[in-house]
Nanobody, 117 residues
């Protein structure tokens, strides 16, 4: 059973920063890719950023230049991060960690990010 545990969400003022963490219960390189999605109230879940096992990153246009995805597998950390800078009120959402293999997709429980204006 794969577990993805997010942390780092919270309330921040516009222009501020947060760093989300996603700790996986197994080696992150065992996944074909990992990423972050978000879902705002009344909206569909959308991809924010992803990183493949080979290190190729992808960002939604709305966060390019502001968010950075990274990973740390040293010392069995098995963690993927999302550094979020210059936050805007429209970034307010529940952020979900996602990981996938050829056969399965896994989701974390989500962490709330609220950006006040």
């Amino acid at each position: 059973q794969v577990q993805l545990v997010e942390s780092g969400g919270g309330l921040v003022q516009a222009g501020g920063s947060l760093r989300l963490s996603c700790a996986a219960s197994r080696n992150i390189f065992s996944f074909n890719g990992m990423g972050w999605y978000r879902q705002a109230p009344g909206k569909q879940r959308e991809l924010v950023s992803s990183i493949t096992s080979s290190g190729i990153t992808n960002y939604a246009d709305s966060v390019k230049g502001r968010f950075t995805i990274s990973r740390d597998s040293a010392n069995a950390k098995n963690t993927v991060y999302l550094q979020m800078n210059s936050l805007k009120p429209e970034d307010t959402a529940v952020y979900y960690c996602h990981a996938f293999t050829r056969s399965y997709a896994y989701w974390g429980q989500g962490t709330q990010v609220t950006v006040s204006s």
